[in-house]
């Protein structure tokens, strides 16, 4: 390394490590809406950068609507909250008094932070087995692409006793999914069956149980300057 580029690569450690104690309360994460890896820089970040994990979001504006598509893709979710609030400010400049309004109606109409156009980004832009981090509703889950299908490593505590479910697919913004095991079949077979996966990443995911160390979802909430 440069003496540059070692200086930023110690800088990037010491951000990290004042990071750490903040997993458990949350991360300063902010949205932007320019595409599925567009995010606010903040030294929250370079987790993800040190670690060598790519961070995505699936909230995009739908390019059909161009008229909200030219307001909202430009902004971060920070600014998209400060327009839809100012949207009742007495300001005499109709323009902006109308794009205030289309920020709101994009915020009440993506409230679940996953577009159509978001999910077809996501799959264009990911590679067939990557894995990676992908937020949405505050939280961080583990995301993987196997044969050309998005998956999610279920980790809700309500799957607590579901040994069979370890994946659930991400093909819909409706939130219907489908449950595959460790090797990636449907979760047809009882809680008692074992699994054999052939898929390296899959037998990594596999040792959950067993306590062995792996990748999982980290669950933070994001926290707003």
């Known amino acids: 390394l440069s003496e540059g580029e070692s200086l930023n690569y110690q800088q990037n450690i010491n951000d990290v490590i004042r990071v750490f104690p903040k997993l458990q309360t949350g991360l300063d994460v902010n949205v932007k809406f320019k595409s599925v890896r567009s995010f606010e820089f903040t030294g929250e970040l370079a987790v993800f950068d040190l670690c060598g994990v ?8 739908e390019p059909q609507d ?16 400060d327009k839809s609030l100012a949207q009742s400010d007495s300001s005499t400049d109709i323009v902006q008094v109308k794009n205030n309004i289309l920020c709101g109606d994009f915020l009440r109409q993506t409230a679940n932070q996953l577009t159509y156009h978001g999910l077809c980004r996501l799959n264009a832009t990911i ?16 995301l993987y692409k196997h044969r050309e299908r998005l998956l999610l490593l279920v980790t809700d505590m309500g799957f607590l006793n579901e040994f069979g479910h370890v994946w659930e697919t991400m093909e819909d913004v409706s939130g219907d999914a489908n449950f595959l095991g460790a090797s990636f079949e449907p979760t047809h077979q009882s809680h008692n069956d074992t699994f054999h996966p052939s898929d390296p990443i899959a037998a990594e995911i596999a040792q959950l149980d067993s306590g062995q160390p792996t990748i999982s979802e980290i669950s933070i909430t994001t926290t707003r300057r």
């Open 127 to 142: 590679t067939d087995q990557q894995l990676c981090v992908f937020f949405r509703n505050n939280h961080f889950s583990t």
């Open 54 to 61: 790519e961070l995505y979001h699936g909230w995009l504006p």
């Open 66 to 81: 161009v008229e909200m598509h030219q307001v909202v893709s430009d902004l971060s979710y920070n600014q998209l909250v």
